[in-house]
């Protein structure tokens, strides 16, 4: 209240024609009076980069900027600070995080949305907590704790500007989630939100597609073995029983077309002491009518809803730090050992590290039961325990065959084993002999199933059909009813360099490894990492650096090898394939104009069958004025993988030139242009096409009518060639087949102070050209089914698809 009358009263008492420093864009500023152009350039950058200004003092810093300028503001301007008491509008925008190559994942983004509302007190924070955060280094984060333990709090978040060893780049990405606010330990200030999100025809390829593309294969396979065109004999599967199996899976999945996707989701707490929060969802065509809590009967309430997820955390009680009871997300280490997102790590080493509650959408890896986080003194340690239902692809004599992440879930494989997970992580912080962030770890896991896992491929093979079922990462697969893993770890920092690393073994002796290394400053950085996997470590919650999913290039992305099309699904298992390899990235600026922001090399060579492979990806951005700015990126990879009788190997090269500015004070304005180009080994069952290619034009325009009020468009015209393209739109990513067109509007309004709301729309229309098909000699043609007299012609497919998406945020 004091603030807001004390706002009141500087707007109240200053000039009305005074311009507030904090929101004035470069040509506001080089209006003023005794401000050139180049000045009012520098002054709105640095006022940019610092988050606004404190006091009009600060601009001394400013290059260029001498007494008689700073006189000649402080006549004609005034420094307004933000509103208090209002939701941050970058919580509208943290989930277009997810619409990045290298996605940070729905875990962190949830996390950081959680920070924005709340902030981290960085008086109590440690480089443990502040490495959590998006893009900051282990570098950054010991850096901010050595200031801390030397000199003491700090007043002010920018007082960490000077830092040593903490960078700019690291500054910036940290200042939105931490605040110098005292944790609340002795009051009971209740606050919260509720989150709905309703989901319908998202409009993008990789849901309509998947989901029609199950049911497709499974009327593929039920046609073969109704035509006998499927040979089971010398098999142990039952064809007549497979067929019966079949026939009920995609009854079950049509029950799901047109189901739209929604979500509810409420969290509260008590000041810093007690946190709590529950979870109700549906995903977009998904079945439900299964449990959602183990054991327990929900009557109507599942066949509702096809996901739940609760919590109740305790915090801050003497040396435990934490105490998580029901749903709770925890990585430690580099996630060799455990990290139970649902998505893999590619080629990213940062993760939301610790331990939290979770009413994220990941089913599979959930953690339910106990959880808990205890500091005393140098020691950091975790225990925890869960009991959770897991889904598996079952064998056709019931017996578990192998785990399995169903998209599009099925009641034979839905819930079919119950897994007990305990183990423990305790950390060793030798910042008080050693550098700050020195530390060392040694960690232990116990996983057990219900029933015992009895991998077989006879099960899953279609017998007869010609095709070798060669799959090692699945054949390395042991029967067993669990695994018990070991874990080290290390990290040091020494000035502006970290080195961190972690080796995991399971009882079987298989093992992983992952050893990293930053060097940084303001201006340029390098990373350097080296992994390990081998091919059968196992473990369902690694979640390490890699190019690859375990099961990618195998034969679970032939569907129409495998008894039941449904287990294709296991090609999203997300942990890393067993590979061996050596990463560099980069970045590093050369001067005000000319930006490298990314430039990587990943050598790694792929276990199963010891093939080499490479990636390169650069970028170069010429920024022509600080709101224009131009960048070029290429990426090229080589990749070989196993084939039916000889290895092939795919080269792949992808050309885009983006141009990104703000033409006014209050809009940004993306352009982007993409080739892309694949060449193939020639093949003559397909006509030895050796190149494919497609390519797009895209643009996104974003207008500020208000604080409170922007609007998001975009739009994309691509054509393609055999090669499918992707690209980033809103918050997730979208493929292209075909060609055509798209378009969606995005509105992000702040309804009020506590309430807040993000409506997209979308139509994307695709064009499928079938060509090839008519043949002029009558004894080559084909004909449709039953029309003997009707030839088969060449035509072309249109799909028109709409999605709408609308998320309401209610805060208090």
């Given at each position: 209240m004091a603030s807001s009358l004390l706002l009141a009263l500087a707007v109240f008492l200053w000039p009305a024609d005074r311009?507030?420093?904090?929101?004035?864009?470069?040509?506001e500023i080089g209006a003023l009076e005794g401000v050139s152009g180049e000045q009012a350039d520098s002054l709105h950058r640095y006022i940019y980069l610092m988050g606004g200004l404190e006091n009009i003092y600060q601009l001394t810093e400013v290059e260029g900027i001498g007494p008689s300028e700073l006189e000649a503001l402080r006549r004609q301007c005034i420094l307004v600070p933000p509103e208090p008491d209002r939701l941050p509008p970058e919580v509208l925008d943290v989930m277009e995080k997810l619409a990045s190559e290298d996605s940070p994942g729905d875990a962190a983004v949830a996390e950081w949305e959680n920070l924005l509302v709340r902030p981290l007190p960085v008086n109590e924070a440690t480089s443990w907590d502040l490495r959590s955060l998006d893009r900051v280094s282990l570098v950054d984060a010991a850096a901010v704790e050595r200031r801390l333990r030397s000199i003491g709090p700090v007043s002010s978040i920018r007082s960490l500007r000077s830092v040593e060893n903490l960078s700019y780049y690291g500054y910036r990405n940290m200042r939105d989630f931490v605040s110098t606010r005292e944790l609340d330990l002795s009051s009971l200030k209740l606050f919260g939100s509720y989150r709905m999100i309703v989901e319908g025809g998202a409009g993008r390829d990789s849901d309509e597609e998947g989901y029609d593309a199950a049911l497709d294969n499974l009327g593929s396979a039920l046609f073969e073995m109704s035509t006998g065109g499927a040979d089971y004999s010398g098999s142990p599967v039952d064809s007549a029983l497979l067929y019966e199996q079949l026939q009920a899976s995609r009854e079950e999945l049509l029950s799901a077309r047109g189901v739209t996707g929604f979500t509810h989701r409420v969290s509260g707490g008590l000041g810093d002491?007690?946190?709590?929060?529950?979870?109700?969802?549906?995903?977009?065509?998904?079945?439900?009518?299964h449990d959602l809590f183990r054991d327990m009967d929900m009557g109507e309430v599942s066949n509702r809803f096809d996901q739940a997820k609760a919590f109740v955390s305790l915090h801050h009680l003497g040396p435990l730090r934490q105490v998580v009871l029901g749903n709770y997300r925890l990585a430690?280490?580099?996630?060799?050992?455990?990290?139970?997102?649902?998505e893999l790590m590619y080629r990213r080493l940062e993760r939301p590290w610790g331990l939290h509650p979770d009413l994220t959408s990941t089913r599979q890896f959930a953690l339910t039961g106990a959880a808990v986080e205890a500091r005393q003194g140098p020691f950091l340690g975790y225990g925890f325990l869960s009991s959770s239902s897991r889904d598996a692809i079952l064998s056709q004599n019931g017996v578990p065959n192998v785990p399995a992440a169903m998209q599009y879930r099925c009641g034979r494989y839905t819930d079919a084993?119950?897994?007990t997970t305990y183990g423990g992580y305790c950390f060793a912080d030798l910042g008080g002999i050693l550098p700050t962030g020195t530390a060392v770890g040694l960690g232990g896991m116990s996983i057990a199933y219900d029933d015992s896992l009895f991998p077989d491929a006879d099960y899953l093979d279609v017998p007869n059909d010609g095709y070798y079922w060669d799959c090692p990462e699945y054949r390395s697969l042991e029967a067993t009813d669990g695994m018990t893993l070991l874990g080290v770890s290390g990290q040091t920092v020494v000035g502006p360099m970290s080195l961190e690393g972690?080796?995991?073994?399971?009882?079987?002796?298989?093992?992983?490894?992952?050893?990293?290394?930053?060097?940084?400053n303001d201006y340029f950085y390098l990373t350097a990492a080296a992994r390990h996997y081998d091919l059968g470590y196992s473990n369902p919650y690694c979640r390490g650096f890699s190019e690859q999913k375990r099961y990618d290039d195998t034969v679970f992305e032939k569907p129409y090898y495998l008894t039941d099309p449904l287990v294709s699904q296991l090609q999203e298992?997300?942990?890393?394939?067993?590979?061996?390899?050596?990463?560099?990235?980069?970045?590093?600026?050369?001067?005000?104009?000319?930006?490298?922001?990314?430039?990587?090399?990943?050598?790694?060579?792929?276990?199963p069958y010891d093939f080499d492979n490479h990636r390169f990806q650069g970028e170069v951005e010429y920024r022509a004025d600080f709101p224009v700015r131009f960048r070029l990126k290429y990426k090229y990879q080589s990749k070989t993988k196993m084939h039916d009788v000889v290895p092939t190997t795919s080269r792949t090269h992808e050309y885009t030139l983006r141009s990104f500015f703000l033409p006014f004070a209050h809009d940004y304005f993306d352009v982007r242009l993409r080739l892309g180009m694949v060449e193939l080994t020639p093949n003559p069952l397909y006509g030895d096409d050796r190149l494919l290619s497609g390519g797009y034009l895209s643009a996104r325009w974003e207008h500020d009518f208000s604080d409170r009020l922007s609007v998001l468009g975009g739009t994309t015209l691509w054509t393609t060639d055999g090669m499918s393209q992707w690209e980033f739109e809103d918050t997730g990513i979208d493929f292209l087949d075909g060609d055509g067109t798209k378009f969606y509007l995005t509105f992000k309004n702040a309804l009020s102070d506590n309430l807040q709301l993000r409506f997209r729309v979308l139509r994307k229309d695709t064009f499928y050209p079938r060509t090839g098909l008519y043949r002029p000699d009558p004894e080559d043609q084909f004909h449709y089914q039953g029309d003997p007299d009707s030839a088969v012609r060449d035509f072309g497919d249109h799909v028109t698809g709409y999605g709408i998406r609308c998320q309401l945020d209610f805060r208090w």
């Amino acid at each position: 209240m004091a603030s807001s009358l004390l706002l009141a009263l500087a707007v109240f008492l200053w000039p009305a024609d005074r311009l507030d420093l904090n929101s004035a864009s470069p040509e506001e500023i080089g209006a003023l009076e005794g401000v050139s152009g180049e000045q009012a350039d520098s002054l709105h950058r640095y006022i940019y980069l610092m988050g606004g200004l404190e006091n009009i003092y600060q601009l001394t810093e400013v290059e260029g900027i001498g007494p008689s300028e700073l006189e000649a503001l402080r006549r004609q301007c005034i420094l307004v600070p933000p509103e208090p008491d209002r939701l941050p509008p970058e919580v509208l925008d943290v989930m277009e995080k997810l619409a990045s190559e290298d996605s940070p994942g729905d875990a962190a983004v949830a996390e950081w949305e959680n920070l924005l509302v709340r902030p981290l007190p960085v008086n109590e924070a440690t480089s443990w907590d502040l490495r959590s955060l998006d893009r900051v280094s282990l570098v950054d984060a010991a850096a901010v704790e050595r200031r801390l333990r030397s000199i003491g709090p700090v007043s002010s978040i920018r007082s960490l500007r000077s830092v040593e060893n903490l960078s700019y780049y690291g500054y910036r990405n940290m200042r939105d989630f931490v605040s110098t606010r005292e944790l609340d330990l002795s009051s009971l200030k209740l606050f919260g939100s509720y989150r709905m999100i309703v989901e319908g025809g998202a409009g993008r390829d990789s849901d309509e597609e998947g989901y029609d593309a199950a049911l497709d294969n499974l009327g593929s396979a039920l046609f073969e073995m109704s035509t006998g065109g499927a040979d089971y004999s010398g098999s142990p599967v039952d064809s007549a029983l497979l067929y019966e199996q079949l026939q009920a899976s995609r009854e079950e999945l049509l029950s799901a077309r047109g189901v739209t996707g929604f979500t509810h989701r409420v969290s509260g707490g008590l000041g810093d002491r007690m946190r709590g929060g529950v979870r109700l969802a549906r995903g977009r065509l998904s079945t439900a009518g299964h449990d959602l809590f183990r054991d327990m009967d929900m009557g109507e309430v599942s066949n509702r809803f096809d996901q739940a997820k609760a919590f109740v955390s305790l915090h801050h009680l003497g040396p435990l730090r934490q105490v998580v009871l029901g749903n709770y997300r925890l990585a430690l280490g580099q996630g060799l050992l455990v990290d139970n997102s649902g998505e893999l790590m590619y080629r990213r080493l940062e993760r939301p590290w610790g331990l939290h509650p979770d009413l994220t959408s990941t089913r599979q890896f959930a953690l339910t039961g106990a959880a808990v986080e205890a500091r005393q003194g140098p020691f950091l340690g975790y225990g925890f325990l869960s009991s959770s239902s897991r889904d598996a692809i079952l064998s056709q004599n019931g017996v578990p065959n192998v785990p399995a992440a169903m998209q599009y879930r099925c009641g034979r494989y839905t819930d079919a084993l119950i897994e007990t997970t305990y183990g423990g992580y305790c950390f060793a912080d030798l910042g008080g002999i050693l550098p700050t962030g020195t530390a060392v770890g040694l960690g232990g896991m116990s996983i057990a199933y219900d029933d015992s896992l009895f991998p077989d491929a006879d099960y899953l093979d279609v017998p007869n059909d010609g095709y070798y079922w060669d799959c090692p990462e699945y054949r390395s697969l042991e029967a067993t009813d669990g695994m018990t893993l070991l874990g080290v770890s290390g990290q040091t920092v020494v000035g502006p360099m970290s080195l961190e690393g972690e080796l995991s073994r399971q009882d079987d002796g298989a093992s992983a490894f992952l050893i990293a290394s930053r060097w940084q400053n303001d201006y340029f950085y390098l990373t350097a990492a080296a992994r390990h996997y081998d091919l059968g470590y196992s473990n369902p919650y690694c979640r390490g650096f890699s190019e690859q999913k375990r099961y990618d290039d195998t034969v679970f992305e032939k569907p129409y090898y495998l008894t039941d099309p449904l287990v294709s699904q296991l090609q999203e298992w997300p942990t890393p394939k067993p590979e061996e390899g050596v990463y560099l990235e980069s970045r590093f600026q050369v001067s005000d104009q000319v930006v490298f922001p990314k430039l990587y090399l990943d050598v790694w060579r792929s276990l199963p069958y010891d093939f080499d492979n490479h990636r390169f990806q650069g970028e170069v951005e010429y920024r022509a004025d600080f709101p224009v700015r131009f960048r070029l990126k290429y990426k090229y990879q080589s990749k070989t993988k196993m084939h039916d009788v000889v290895p092939t190997t795919s080269r792949t090269h992808e050309y885009t030139l983006r141009s990104f500015f703000l033409p006014f004070a209050h809009d940004y304005f993306d352009v982007r242009l993409r080739l892309g180009m694949v060449e193939l080994t020639p093949n003559p069952l397909y006509g030895d096409d050796r190149l494919l290619s497609g390519g797009y034009l895209s643009a996104r325009w974003e207008h500020d009518f208000s604080d409170r009020l922007s609007v998001l468009g975009g739009t994309t015209l691509w054509t393609t060639d055999g090669m499918s393209q992707w690209e980033f739109e809103d918050t997730g990513i979208d493929f292209l087949d075909g060609d055509g067109t798209k378009f969606y509007l995005t509105f992000k309004n702040a309804l009020s102070d506590n309430l807040q709301l993000r409506f997209r729309v979308l139509r994307k229309d695709t064009f499928y050209p079938r060509t090839g098909l008519y043949r002029p000699d009558p004894e080559d043609q084909f004909h449709y089914q039953g029309d003997p007299d009707s030839a088969v012609r060449d035509f072309g497919d249109h799909v028109t698809g709409y999605g709408i998406r609308c998320q309401l945020d209610f805060r208090w």
